[in-house]
């Protein structure tokens, strides 16, 4: 025994006494103190922590486990009680699902009560994160997942599109075999599969935990929400606003593949597409409200619900009418629209509802580029014959310092050889900092499409999530993707920078 500190034993008690509940359901007790010998699971608990043998356990148990038993806590510490302690389930991802015990403490002095990842006020509705990713998150009342398991998780949908309940099958089967041989305490109640919700659940607030440290913000949604989704509903969609427009962070992306620099100006080329993303929406055409659930059909009009169901087409053009057309669900958004450097990296994306219209297009480019100097100096897109033709008769001199030209596969293959406003005024060829000497485009104005390609995975995944979910997911894996492309660019000398916004927007 002179061997052991005496902060070890002093720690052994305090640690002996939060687990008092614990213990004494694992014991049998008599005169009021538990028997000799400690149950096994506790015996390794402190082995791990101390690096104590069996028989130095026994010893240690048997002297101090009737002080300890006693043991009212610090005496300098009598502001902190009121512990809380519950069974609950954590997902290793080294160890697969492990039963684990966690306490709460509450604060006399200010009134608080303290968790493993945030605290709540006893006169606030909110829970306060504590700031920093924590190398455990607790994703919902009574499940915690290893903050590199959720890394993991984003990892695999940015990657491989993997789903969530694709991520937890692969979880469940690397874990199969452990988990039939794991000792459950009595009374456990819980499955030990990781399913669909706890990995959403799991990767919202990861990911929102992510977003705030970056910000260098708390995270601070409400405690008594009724479920997840509520509780992390305004928190998603203040992100979601603020990522409008440029707020993707390579937003000011700049490299030796999209930017050509000259003795005289420096250029910038960016590529727009749109790919066929949706998620359910109003029936209303062009309507933009979220549907209170994706069961309903339409948002905020009143008694159109059943209406909506059949589409009553117009009259055509000698008199007669079409029959109506029944709607077995919910209208869908039309489509995404991204803009991308001619690196692939992704600028911003912005959702069409009812068609990709011109006017759609150019409110997306005012937004996402807000005053002229912030413009790049080229812009591809494949209708800028009739975007040109638009701008001009409104008189829109916003674009006037930026080219639009078509981009070259478009002009080659689909351009009518009558059309002579397109041939003047949207031809990549005449445009001699596009192109090298054996006419060859000199870059890629196939971006879009082919970063389209690479979000078109993300549709099955997509299709029925509710607006604010869907904007923040493909928020994030366009941030992710774009994280891995600059990587990628310094790994191949091509000197990815970030150009400072204060030049751009000021």
Avoid at 157 to 171: E, P, Q
Avoid at 204 to 219: E, I
Avoid at 437 to 458: R, V
């Amino acid at each position: 025994m002179k061997s052991i500190q005496f902060t070890k034993i002093t720690l052994f008690i305090e640690i002996v006494h939060a687990l008092k509940v614990q213990i004494a359901d694992s014991h049998t007790l008599v005169d009021g103190y538990p028997l000799e010998c400690l149950h096994q699971r506790f015996r390794n608990l402190f082995k791990e922590i101390f690096g104590w043998e069996d028989n130095m356990m026994d010893v240690i148990w048997t002297l101090f486990r009737t002080v300890v038993w006693d043991y009212e806590g610090p005496v300098e510490d009598h502001q902190l009680g009121a512990l809380l302690t519950r069974y609950r389930l954590k997902y290793d991802i080294d160890n697969g699902p492990i039963p684990v015990y966690i306490t709460s403490f509450y604060c006399r002095g200010c009134y608080t009560r303290y968790y493993h990842n945030y605290y709540v006020h006893q006169n606030s509705t909110l829970q306060t994160y504590y700031g920093g990713i924590p190398d455990v998150i607790q994703s919902s009342r009574k499940i915690f997942v290893q903050a590199s398991l959720c890394e993991r998780f984003a990892t695999q949908m940015v990657m491989a599109w993997t789903s969530a309940t694709n991520c937890g099958r692969i979880y469940n089967a690397e874990f199969d075999n452990l988990c039939s041989t794991i000792a459950l305490p009595f009374g456990w109640k819980f499955a030990l599969k990781l399913d669909t919700d706890i990995v959403s659940d799991a990767f919202y607030l990861y990911s929102l935990l992510l977003d705030h440290s970056r910000q260098a913000q708390v995270l601070s949604p409400p405690h008594h929400a009724p479920n997840n989704t509520e509780r992390l509903q305004n928190a998603l969609e203040q992100r979601n606003e603020r990522m409008v427009g440029p707020g993707q962070p390579e937003w000011n992306h700049a490299c030796d593949v999209c930017t050509k620099i000259s003795v005289s100006e420096d250029g910038s080329l960016v590529v727009m597409d749109g790919v066929t993303l949706g998620h359910p929406c109003c029936a209303i055409h062009d309507c933009v409200n979220p549907l209170p659930t994706n069961r309903h059909m339409c948002c905020l009009h009143d008694g159109v619900e059943i209406e909506q169901s059949v589409q009553q087409c117009d009259l055509k053009t000698d008199g007669t009418t079409k029959k109506p057309k029944a709607r077995f669900g919910c209208r869908c958004t039309h489509n995404e629209e991204v803009c991308v450097t001619s690196c692939g990296m992704a600028l911003g994306q912005v959702t069409f509802f009812g068609a990709e219209g011109l006017n759609g297009v150019q409110i997306f480019w005012k937004q996402l580029f807000p005053i002229q100097h912030s413009l790049p100096n080229v812009m591809w897109y494949d209708n800028n014959c009739g975007m040109q033709a638009m701008l001009r008769a409104d008189n829109d001199e916003y674009f006037n310092d930026c080219a639009l030209p078509v981009d070259v596969f478009h002009f080659k293959s689909k351009l009518k050889e009558q059309d002579v406003f397109c041939s003047m005024f949207c031809n990549p060829y005449i445009l001699k900092d596009l192109v090298d000497e054996k006419e060859q485009g000199d870059f890629n104005s196939s971006a879009a499409e082919q970063t389209n390609a690479w979000l078109g995975g993300f549709h099955a995944i997509l299709r029925d999530m509710h607006v604010e979910r869907y904007n923040f997911f493909l928020d994030e894996m366009i941030m992710r993707h774009n994280q891995t492309l600059r990587r990628q660019l310094e790994e191949q000398g091509l000197s990815p920078y970030n150009i400072p916004r204060s030049e751009l927007l000021e």
